[in-house]
């Protein structure tokens, strides 16, 4: 039988479930991939949030995308599929500029979507990589 | 790789039947189910069924485990939700009537502020385990690219992202925007034309990398008017006659006059 693994959060400030009450895991294992919660900007110590500008937001959700995927067994480079979730197409630009340090070879497919993001942050990343480390 | 179409035992969930519309409720393959966009849909008559954000959300994840038995798993098995609420306002009560069907090691979860369609006020849509005995355990992961290097808009322009990704048998396609393949430039007609440009460009990049349109699993379409949601329906059945993928349409603001942008996941 196929198994399903839940992730625990790799640092006490990313559980938002007992931060904030959504009802979600960080991540699920299964089938050889990492499916991954919408991460935001908060704190991955405090779980405080840290709204601030296109850059600094999607800094630091790269930086706790890092812990979560090394935590499940993956790391930014086997990425997939990622969701952009951005507050106004007019930050593209500046979202691509902050994005692609994260990315710089072989970047996963992407698509950004601009829509409502819960509790005014500016950047959403929803994500789905690939279990294992690169060869 | 086996691509499987899934049916609701009850019929009245069926719901592209129900209203005509040319996708399926959901797609099995590769050991993984995905679930099309679902909207409230009354369980006993097939009729739409708007109420609050809790009734609606109820509603859907009542039926998503009706569905998902069909498919021979359960919401236990969900492992990752994209829910579209219709105002992030009222992401506690989404929240509240959620939690219950999720009691032990919730799904990874998405959520975003969308337009939605028919005045409803919460889509969702899952990928779950199928419940087999397939595993797998490593999936290499290689970027591809379509044989036309006009419409390689991620090199052409200098863009973070690959065209799509291949891992294991499985593709996951970036979101496309019309570009004409003859010259490389946005083709920015009517939506009509932009669809019909964006999924011919889909069948070059899958046929470029050993899928096609047919192996399709899962669309994702973002319409910047969801009143053009009967064009893209009426050219989906066009490009996908039979046993049509999983579909999800929401509407949201788009670049540069786009009316339209598609991505997805196809089987090798």
Known sequence: MATREPILPPAAGLDLRRHYGLHQSPAIRAQGLIFCSGMVAVHPETGEREHGTMTSETRRVFGN????????????????????????????DVLNRAYREFVPNGPPARTVWSVKIESGFKVQLDVIAAEGVTL | MPRETIHPAN???????????????????????????MTAIDAATGERKHGTMASETAAILTNMADMLASAGSSLANVVKVNAFLHSLLEMESFNGAYKGFFPEAPPARNVSGVILNSGMKVEIECIALAGGSETVVRRERAPIEPKNPLLNNSRRFNRPHSPGIRVGNLIFVSGMVPLDPATGEARLGPTSEQIQVVLSNMAHLLE???????????????????????????????????????????????????GVEIECVAAV
């Open chain 1, 65 to 92: 995308l890092d812990l979560l995927l090394r935590a499940a067994g993956s790391s930014l480079d086997r990425l997939v599929q990622v969701h952009a979730l951005i507050y106004d197409r007019i930050e593209y």
């Open chain 2, 208 to 258: 470029s990398n050993g899928s096609a349109l047919e192996r399709v699993v899962k669309l994702n379409v973002s319409l910047a008017n969801m009143l053009e949601c009967d064009t893209f329906y009426r050219l989906m059945r066009r490009f996908f006659p039979n046993d049509p993928p999983a579909c999800t349409v929401v509407g949201m603001q788009l670049s540069n006059g786009h």
């Open chain 2, 11 to 37: 019929k009245n969930l069926d719901v592209p039947k129900t209203f005509g519309l040319p996708y399926s409720v959901g797609i099995k393959t590769d050991g993984l189910i995905f679930l099309s966009g």
